[in-house]
């Protein structure tokens, strides 16, 4: 029973992403959208990016300079540790799962809201594409700013890791920066970027479709905007194993 209502949900949501990717009809009102979408979903996410970003990056200094510091170790460890994790792991993926939280719940109460207040039934009454013209600037939006804040994520990590060095003294900044230049792979930053790409399209898609379906009230469109960081956070995780795997 909950297998057939598993693929009756995942059909449902092929059907709506059908209806989503179509051409636009006023290429004019879907760069508007874009636009406003890019700085509601991206620029306005930066800062949250940035401040979480900071302090994981000195904790990870700080755990791994505690629980690994060893006359035995090269000093630099401590450094290219933190690189490696900032990199392949939290400036995608756990940073999705973030903003699976702020972005996704933000996105599914919207068009839930608008569902119940049958806006979207207006928009279908006047002929427009409502899927098209509500979920595909987002989406579009979603996966162009992804990148610029897996940017900012390493940045600001790099940047609490020094402070760390600098402010708490617990290690030389000089160890630090030789343990993040130590046999750098250039593939891991692109590998990051791939994956918050899939990523971002997982938080944006998944949490319209919960938004855009609410049948019902206003406590109707507060369990699909649950349901959607859920369904978001378990996705981007099963997405990570297997494009790890991948792209390693």
Known sequence: MFLLKYISTFG????????????????????RSYWTEFEQL?????????LISFFIGAVITVQIKLNIDSPWMPRWTVGYVTREIMLLEFSSSIMCLILAGKVGSNIASELGTMRVTQQIDALEIMGVNSASYLILPKIAAMISAIPIMVS????????????????????????LEEG???????????????????????????SAFFGYTVEGGSIEVGKASTNSVVCSSALILFADLILTKLLS
């Open 42 to 50: 991206g620029v306005n996410s930066i800062g949250i990016v940035l």
């Open 12 to 31: 449902r949501y092929l059907m709506l992403m059908g209806r989503v990717f179509s051409r636009p009809e006023r290429m004019k009102m879907f760069m």
């Open 180 to 206: 993040l230049r130590h046999e750098f792979v250039e593939w891991y930053v692109w590998m990051s970027f791939v994956k918050s790409l899939f990523f971002a399209y997982i938080i944006s898609s998944v």
């Open 152 to 175: 900012f994520s390493i940045g600001a990590g790099i940047i609490g890791a020094f402070c760390t060095c600098w402010l708490g003294g617990i290690m030389s900044a000089v160890d």
